[in-house]
């Protein structure tokens, strides 16, 4: 089983910066991608920033320029660093993995952590 444990929430003026992390932990398992998620209240969780195994990096619009996402494969953490925040990035940030569960027949699975409140304030 593969837990993912967030840190780094926080609150913030616009136009500051917060870093975030994500680390997975378990056994029996690899990782191929992560990355970050957020989610306001009443609204569809929307994709933030991706990363594969190899540094292939994607990024939603409203966070280009601003957000950078990056990756320990050895130590299977993700970082979002978030820089010129907006109050329209508050927000509960959640990281997920996508990996391979090994065993007799290897399975595919996307996990998620528990989130971490970002809050900006105008």
């Known amino acids: 089983q593969v837990q993912l444990v967030e840190s780094g929430g926080g609150l913030v003026q616009a136009g500051g910066s917060l870093s975030l992390s994500c680390v997975a932990s378990?056994?029996?398992?690899?990782?191929?991608?992560m990355g970050w998620e957020r989610q306001v209240p009443e609204k569809q969780r929307e994709l933030v920033a991706h990363i594969t195994s190899g540094g292939s990096t994607n990024y939603a619009d409203s966070v280009k320029g601003r957000f950078t996402i990056s990756r320990d494969v050895a130590k299977n953490t993700v970082y979002l660093q978030m820089d010129n925040l907006k109050p329209g990035d508050t927000a509960v940030y959640y990281c997920?993995?996508?990996?391979?569960?090994?065993?007799?027949?290897?399975?595919?699975?996307?996990?998620w952590g528990q989130g971490t409140q970002v809050t900006v304030s105008s």
């Open positions: 997920y993995a996508d990996g391979l569960h090994y065993g007799l027949s290897p399975t595919g699975f996307r996990s």
């Open positions: 378990g056994s029996g398992f690899s990782i191929n991608a």
